[in-house]
């Protein structure tokens, strides 16, 4: 399959506020050499705790920040180097739906200003303004006669549907989706998800899908990404994923969702508090049950101990290997 999106290597870093002018400046890591990809008509779910480095890495592919190394490439172009009439194609090929559908919407505009805005920014000439403008409301489910109403006049789930139509007007490439049912009513949820597989499987978009809630991630993604501390530690097709946890974070998360049935519940991870200096190269060192001082070094890269299953920890792979 073509590839859509290119993450290499990439990491950010922002500084901290110094206690005086004389302080040395200390740096927050948020995203340390991440690299995935996304092919065409796929859905990349990237899971993990607040503060692993999610949303950051989102605002790196949308170019709202720059990485301090590494390449976004989309479309083979890299997207920080980009400029002028380059850089504006690239960012119609990547559109967002932001957790909030009620204060990502303009109170003050109607649905049709809404959804005609970018289409506007970008030239697009009346007729196939209009045309596209319908087009998106059947796509998205919303009736032809909301078109004159206000974002406080819809629902919740129905505010999601206009930013997925206001998303998907430029017809890009990739959307990111940063945990767009989360606001949302239980009942609603589904309904969304729903929604955007159809859409995908119609309009042959890719999506990454960034979200706590873990049985959303694998109903809706090919493949997952977890996220540690900044980092990538396992990246594997969804299934296999949640059928065989490698790494002891994806493990710790897994064993975190609820089940109605205890008896089928996986073994309960335990969680110790090693020294935390003992292994700077291992995210996870100062939580993990497996942890040795010995081995747990060299943790930087993934090692591909299946096909298609990556994982980013010595213990392991060496585990898998003697299976």
Known sequence: MKKILEIKNVSKKFA??????????NYFTAVDNVSLSLEENQTLGIVGESGSGKTTLAKLILDIEKP????ILIA?????????????????QTQVIFQDPYSSLNPRMNVENIILEPLQINNIAAPEQNKILHSLLNSVGLPQNCLKKYPHEFSGGQRQRIAIA??????PKVIIADEPISSLDISIQAQILNLLKEIKDELRVSYIFISH??????HISDKIAVMNKASVVELAGAEELFKNPLHPYTQLLLNSVPDADPENKNEEIKIIQNDSNASPTCAFAERCPLYDEALCVNENTL??????HFV??????REKALS
Do not use: T
Request: proline share 0%; charged share 40%; aromatic share 4%.
């Open 312 to 317: 980013k920890c010595i213990l392991s792979s």
């Open 68 to 71: 301090d190394s590494g390449e």
């Open 213 to 218: 809630d873990l049985s959303a991630v694998c």
């Open 303 to 308: 090692m591909e101990v299946e096909k298609n």
């Open 16 to 25: 901290l506020r110094k206690d005086n002018f004389f302080s040395r400046q």
């Open 166 to 171: 206001r998303a998907l007007a430029l017809k």
């Open 76 to 92: 083979g172009k890299n997207i920080s180097l980009a400029k002028g009439k380059e850089l504006k194609e690239l960012r119609r």
